[in-house]
């Protein structure tokens, strides 16, 4: 399961090894980041009166993911660190894609990062009425007008990035007359697409973005706030930075893409001479073996790719939590990869490293099998079972220990066991020892196969005088297995998740195909009847465990029952035994 290209910068439980830096090249006690030090420099010069206001501005027409993870913690963060505040504003102009199902987990997916917008929750849907007036404002001097090209024409009179564009034959209308028919385009006389209301700029302008941009589109649509109060909605670009003038912003960080959108958003606010917000762009995240964009994550979940938003294979916010993300380690992951000026992508393996380092903290370790292969201890006495002790977290001692019941039939994992073993193979063996975590030695004297050759038990004996604690226990023995006692274990699903995408670059595909064509057919793999140790039979929804050798589990907080908990592989434990298997 583990990607190949994770690279060997890891310990044994994921965490980066001393000296090593994950692929961003960040540390955690890192320099300021370009904005810090804009924010730093505005402070020292007053620029903004000492304030910092920023705002998280989502477009709710999809769940979040980690991207937004990142905008998140930027814009909360930097708010939190300079003593400011960061409001929470949805980005509403787009009725036909929006709903208030995305506005509702946008709100419980920032909370659950431990981010709080207090009172300051915003629709730019509630400005329309002043958008209207600054619309009008404009009109009345001389700087925008009614347009009638049709959506084709207006693009064939743009030009392109070699040609200037041309003048609309609508251009000079007078402002009486721009006055009467933006009226009637808010009154709803005419259909969807007439007309547009366009800033006059300078369409020979090398920005193609200032070659009158529309600012005003005719759409007779319902939206999921001001339902059919309008049939005009404003466009981005005449929203945007007008609702950060409302609301006060000093920083209005956005991503590289609207980095040629910056002199529009000026001029409009220089034109209707409002509050003027400075505007910075910084790179957006891109993450390997997966997609980002809202359009493609809704397509899989439409498709039924993946089992919802909330599919532990996907990079949303909720995917990632039910796959027993934390939001430690989301934030630790931002922190990490910080903030930079040109696009890169980061590997997945930060992410996940992010992850094994807050649960290696946190989660409770236990034994579990996934792919149970039943030993039988020849001369371990029928009826006796002995309570063996288990540390819980050797990370954390105040976790203390537990009681694991050891009895003479029990499982280990199929994987644990070979009969014909490569070199450097330290498990179970014909003839060879093996110590079990927590128990005893034991040593594979017989092998058990049905009628197909398929090796269905193990005989074994173990040694009395090895019992974990003991001074004799410490003898060598070169492997130590996880195990579970069969009459005792409890029987649950668990689910093993890989990469979304087969290649690292989704978008990469071959000539005629489409992203789809990386989709990976093996994400999910479902365990239905693996061999646990007895206490997880009462594990809670969302709680972490490590189950010991195979990674960190989460309780799936959708499809468990009460008694009857289903695990998420959050994330596996560095796979050393994966590359020996390839070398043997
Ligand atoms: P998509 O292209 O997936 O639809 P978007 O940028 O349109 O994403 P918005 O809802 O408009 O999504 O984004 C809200 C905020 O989150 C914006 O400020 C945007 O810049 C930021 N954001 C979105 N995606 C990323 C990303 N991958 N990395 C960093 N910030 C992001
Ligand atoms: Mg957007």
């Known amino acids: ?33 370009f904005i810090e030090q804009i924010i730093e420099d505005d402070l020292k010069s007053n620029k903004w009166q000492g304030r910092v206001q920023t705002r998280f501005p989502p477009e709710p027409n999809g769940y979040l993911h980690i991207g937004h993870a990142k905008s998140i913690c930027l814009n909360f963060g930097l708010a939190a660190r300079y003593g400011g505040q960061c409001n929470l504003r949805f980005d509403d102009t787009n009725p036909t894609k929006e ?36 619309a009008v404002q404009l009109i009345k001097q001389g700087q925008a007008y009614v347009c009638d090209l049709t959506a084709e024409e207006t693009r064939a009179y743009r030009g392109t990035l070699t040609e200037p564009g041309r003048n609309s034959p609508y251009r000079d209308r007078s402002v009486k007359e721009n006055l009467d028919l933006f009226e009637r385009m808010r009154a709803g006389e005419f259909a ?84 003027h917000p400075q505007q910075i762009e910084f790179a957006r995240l891109n993450l390997t073996y997966t997609v980002m964009s809202k359009r493609k994550l809704l397509t899989l979940v439409k498709e039924g790719r993946v089992s919802g938003w909330d599919d532990p294979r996907m990079p949303t916010i909720r995917g990632l939590r039910r796959r027993g993300y934390t939001p430690e380690a989301i ?51 029928e009826d006796q079972v002995e309570e063996m002790e288990a540390v819980n977290n050797p990370e ?41 975590r927590a128990a005893y030695i034991i040593k594979c004297v017989g092998v058990v196969k049905d009628d197909q050759g398929q090796i269905v038990e193990l005989r074994c004996t173990y040694d009395p005088e090895s019992r974990s604690g003991t001074p004799a226990a410490n003898r060598k023995v070169k492997g130590t297995l996880h195990w579970v006692s069969a009459p005792h274990a409890f029987r649950a699903e668990v689910r093993l998740f890989d990469h979304l995408f087969k290649v690292m670059d989704p978008d990469d595909v071959p000539a005629g195909a489409d992203w789809h064509a990386n989709l990976n057919p093996d994400s999910l793999e479902t365990l239905p009847a693996c061999c646990l140790e007895p206490r997880l039979a009462d594990a809670q929804p969302g709680e972490h465990f490590q189950f010991e050798r195979l990674g960190y589990f989460t309780v799936d907080p959708v499809d468990s029952r009460p008694g009857h908990p289903v695990f998420n592989r959050s994330v596996s434990l560095r796979d050393t035994w994966a590359k020996i298997e390839k070398q043997g």
């Not at 431990?114 to 509630?126: C, K, L, M, Q, V």
Request: overall charge negative; proline content about 6%; some cysteine.
């Open 396 to 436: 954390d001692p105040s976790a203390g220990t537990r009681q694991l019941p050891f009895s003479r039939e029990i499982y280990i994992e199929q994987d644990d066991f070979r009969e014909d073993p490569p070199s450097k193979f330290f498990r179970l063996a014909p003839g060879r020892e093996v110590r079990l």
């Open 1 to 33: 399961m583990n990607a190949p290209h994770e690279r060997d910068k890891t310990d044994d439980q994921g965490r980066l090894r001393p000296g090593e830096s994950d692929a961003s090249g960040a540390t955690s006690a890192r320099n300021l980041n």
């Open 331 to 381: 934030r630790s992951f931002c922190d990490r990869i910080g903030v930079a000026k040109f696009n890169s992508t980061i590997d997945m393996a930060v992410l996940e490293n992010a992850l094994r380092e807050d649960l290696n903290r946190r989660a409770p370790r236990a034994l579990a099998v996934l792919r149970p292969l039943k030993v039988v201890l020849e001369n371990y006495p």
């Open 99 to 134: 709903e208030d199902e995305y506005v509702t987990s946008i709100q419980e997916d920032v909370r659950w990062l431990g981010f709080d917008w207090e009172d300051r929750i915003y629709y730019a849907s509630d400005y329309f009425p002043q958008l209207y007036a600054w």
């Open 192 to 275: 969807d697409g007439q007309r547009t209301l366009r800033a006059k700029i300078d369409m020979a302008s090398p920005n193609l973005n200032l070659r009158d941009p529309v600012m005003y589109r005719i759409l007779h649509a319902t939206h999921h706030r001001t339902g059919d109060q309008w049939c005009i909605y404003p466009m981005y670009d005449f929203t945007h930075g007008q609702s950060d003038s409302i609301e006060r912003i000093t920083h209005s960080i956005c991503t590289l893409e609207f980095e040629n959108h910056r002199p529009l958003y000026d001029w409009y606010c220089n034109a209707l001479g409002i509050y």
